[in-house]
């Protein structure tokens, strides 16, 4: 369920907040009392999203560090709404006069202004910035703590950065060395070459594109709600919710329009007692319920729009200008995407499993 | 907002029913007072969607009739709940008797029989199948007749049938065409190309996959709310929700990640006091809301599971069996989903719409 | 959770149908699978309600014959939603043409015309008609099956009508009682009495009013969410929302406020080896969540508005006219909202009941 | 609306916060753009409900000082989520050790300790502590300033402590000096005699209960929704969220039950050409929906369960204990829940009126 600023039913986050307001943060509510909260693992998982973190990002120096208010004590949850803030230090609203004036193509300046009759907050983007998906990262890095008590785990990577496409499947990759490099790939060679695209785009005041791969791993069978509320309808609404995402897909997603049935069936079998399928194209969801395989999704993004480079266009009064370069910016979202799209899925996933605990919990 | 078998905050559709019950239906909540309602227009839509049409679905017969119970009086929306129901008539359980003991390959037998211990209703995909797309048609016809009084208006069709590609944009296009052809396509050379291919694999006992694409025109600016219910965040909801889709993307979609910043940006321009973007890679959503651009998204749709061919599988107690092949099933679904896929995106846009009213109307 | 046509989050109804269309229904979500659902048991609750019963009640002659479309496969529940209609079969909506013109006092009718700017059906109040609450009897009625596999029952019945009240606790009567007479009180010398008052009323052409109380015995501590979700809070909403129904309270209710705090402590006791209080003053609920005593409410219920008496009113346009007595009304609402009561307490508790669940199922 | 922490739809306020943790806070949601908000105004109110302000209250010390972190812009809202936090400043938590080990008779101590498996804050009740009230009140400060521009004043007052009721009725009281009195009853006798019941009350180590009226004015013919979306149905849930909250009634509410319907028809007349009602027993609501006139309502206030006086009660494991007097706490609740009703009408009236301006905007 997605309203406004709110995402889940059973487990949800209502989050606030500008880039350049005091502070941005959120409400978790729906999480069950009694898992223990690892505030480190938060703090790293926000660390992961951070600016300034390395060459490839924004040289915005922001901590991120999150301070939790309620909803934990003694270390575990109590079944109360978590509030909690992180404050934005790194205030530069000078940086941002220009744009009260004129609006940044391919940006959010003009359609919100338009919507909210001029009264936006336009510095760095307002609520507009993806400064906001940190408080993602506080609500998912919970929920990764609280499903991976019941065996639940979400990896993601960066698998493709313009042209550099890692195609080898997750099955033949070591997810653990994702934070290896800079650009969250799990493969070295690969990797070098997604940073140095990069870096070039960067030198020439540009910007590149990219997909971010996920996987959920030991999800139960029986997750996502018949008919709208079917578990990929909910990861797509929580993915293209994420700033610059703009497409997503599950298992062999837009390949399987060019597939005839035959090629792409998941045949069942009997795996020791078990039912699986032999291949997995589907991505691990049938019928919108997850299918006991890995759920298998990817987010695409679009290269950000803020380039180091003079830019032509028009002010408010539609009267044209030139923008010129200024601020810091990445020259590529992806690499800070990945912690987000991780968070985005745990939200999701704890939500659909707390609804999954009703049916079990009424059979008790 | 999707919640189980519900969609929509301000203008919503809850709806049930099985593939082979007596009947299939919902409730339509939050249409203004005031519309009028063209009942004709609505069986119309139907139409476009119902089985036995033509050569290339399926030969189940059911007339599609929708009988509206409530919500309109004197030909006028009211302001109260519009329920309908669609009676199913062509009901050949014995048919699926097999699939009553086995489980059918990337279907939701499998994982509906889990997650509901056993209890559903098996036959014909019981509430998993396509047929339940009949009652979004319906709530999707009623609000494409409320949005086109505010100029609003929505078109889809096929660009895509396995390897056949309508490359041409659509503005090139004359999408009055749309149903000339069986397939959709509103290219007669690509429409018989598409036709072929999928009748190919209807005489090889195979199916194909496809993409649907789809345009909305005259949205104004300002339609999407942040930072969750983003109206990209809401369509791909809406989107995934329908059986079988397994990718969405907007715009440029997954292009976008082979881009540089440089290439895709969408400069403003101003068009006669106007201001409108030069281009349209964003398909009319900046930062979430609409731009006052057309709104540009494609849905990927797998071919369908089911074949006319021997399919090894397992029973529920793990045996292996195997599926022989009966029943009447379609050997592509897109050209059906092309008006659920226009009633998915209605019933989006007038849930955003009536939410944009509220800022609209508080003004007064 | 109440929104327009809709109650619950996890068990839910959604409604639809005016008191002189064709038909009313409603579809029901949320129910968990495997739940042998009793069909006339629903009826037998629904003939509770329904007109025409006995002398105290309306001579418009309904069945309310219910017809389940969906959601129940070999008589068990499977966990997709439950679709329902009741036909509306003694339609005389020639006795309504008077209310196209005039507005009746303390109807809806004026609300309603303006509202939705005269679109609205008015023929025996429409929407806004008491007949929909036999949409409530349906989910409500599967819902107290539902709560009985559970342990947990829900009992209405009539305390006061008028003056004459029933003073005698709860405790101390025989609810199996109930419906051994028309008013539904059990207790036969105050049934007498309260019969006579509704009798006396209807002679006279006028109306009373009466209050319905309301037991839930067997629910768990726990139910109930904090801090908006409280118990009482959605209770209260449910009651509320009941034609007619002018005020709620639980436990001591409004006479807590003429109290001492050392009057109304409810002591907690050590009955072997379970905590219980020693007094239920509180009603079953503390901080919004059930403390595993019986849960006690009541909810006055206005006189209704339409007298068999000229009336004196305005039209639309605002000039005088008298109302002049006809169609067919019950003198007093009250015993027929009895099974309304029962039904809306256990739509609540099972929604509730479900969210419990969620807690007890990730613990699994 | 109301789901766990969170109310309303268009409207909403999520919050958070236990009494002795870090903070309190929430978030506010659907503000529309472009209200000048006045933080003097909102610290006011919180002002009125907090602890310390006089001899009837609690000596707790909390200034109660709300930070206001986002949505507001220049003095103006942008249609941004409001992020709020309220510190908690006099925390003293070993007063409450005590009570981790034994249940306060009629707290919510048990039941959330039960609900929760141990793990709930207990410190002064946790989140169970009225103090969670002072961000219903932010919320409802700033509904009031929206509301304000619309014409729609919320004023509420004491009319009942103990046995001592104001009888007079609202029309005839000057509701200007609600607040030159402790009692916050607008009639110096009542007023005196009202808190002289609390201080005799307070001086036995005892406490009293009350109720509070509530006056909407100035809200147009149309606000609430069919058939569950009440006015009043939500109205009911917004009180009954409150803490201590026992009871709800509508215009003449439990004494509708003694009447006649002749005794309390609200019959129309033609008010120089505006159609009005000459009286107004029904407290400004026909059908669920606002009909023009003041919305009139009461909420029943419980005696605090805290007493300065010994009480048994038993521990978490069964065995008797006695809780002796310590802490801090009011002898009667009710004048400082004078703003909180006031906060949750504006909330719940906002809400509605959002919802109602969907059609207003429509038709534009």
Do not use: W
Not at 45 to 63: D, K, Y
Not at 132 to 161: D, F, H, W
Not at 169 to 175: E, V
Not at 220 to 249: D, H, Q, T, Y
């Amino acid at each position: 369920m997605i309203n406004r600023n709110r995402i889940g039913i059973a487990y949800s986050l209502t989050s606030f907040g500008e880039s350049h307001g005091k502070a941005i943060g959120g409400v978790i509510d729906g999480l069950p009392a009694g898992i223990p909260i690892d505030i480190d693992d938060i703090q790293r998982q926000l660390n992961r999203r951070r600016p300034g973190q390395n060459a490839l990002t924004t040289a915005r120096n922001e901590s991120d560090t999150v301070e939790l208010l309620s909803g934990i004590f003694n270390g575990v949850s109590t079944g109360a709404p978590i509030g909690f803030i992180i404050s934005n230090c790194d205030q530069r609203p000078e940086d941002y006069e220009e744009i009260a004036q004129a609006y940044r193509p391919s940006h959010a300046d003009f359609t919100y202004d338009i919507k909210y009759g001029g009264h936006h907050d336009h510095r760095g983007g307002g609520r507009a910035s993806a400064r906001e998906t940190a408080c993602r990262i506080v609500a998912g890095a919970i929920a990764q703590q609280a499903l991976a008590t019941r065996g639940i785990t979400i990896t993601a990577y960066t698998s493709q950065i313009k042209d550099i496409k890692l195609d080898i499947p997750y099955t033949q990759l070591d997810l653990k060395h994702i934070d290896d490099n800079e650009v969250r790939c799990p493969n070295t060679e690969k990797a070098a070459l997604m940073r140095q695209a990069i870096l070039d785009a960067k030198q020439q005041g540009d910007s590149v594109g990219g997909i971010v791969t996920c996987i959920v791993q030991g999800a139960p069978v029986g997750l996502g709600e018949p008919v709208f509320g079917r578990l990929n309808a909910s990861l797509a609404a929580a993915m293209m919710s994420i700033n610059a995402a703009k497409g997503v897909e599950f298992g062999l997603g837009f390949e399987f329009a060019t597939k005839n049935g035959s090629e792409v069936l998941d045949l069942f079998t009997n795996n020791d007692g078990k039912i699986r399928t032999a291949t997995n194209h589907s991505g691990g969801i049938q019928g919108g319920i997850s299918n006991g395989e890995d759920i298998i999704l990817r987010v695409a993004f679009k290269p950000v729009p803020t380039l180091m480079r003079d830019i032509p266009t028009v002010r408010r009064d539609g009267t044209p200008t030139v923008l010129h370069p200024h601020g810091r910016h990445d020259a590529c979202v992806v690499p800070r995407a990945v912690p987000v799209v991780e968070a985005m899925a745990a939200i999701t996933l704890l939500d659909q499993y707390l609804q999954y605990c009703q049916q079990l919990g009424f059979k008790q």
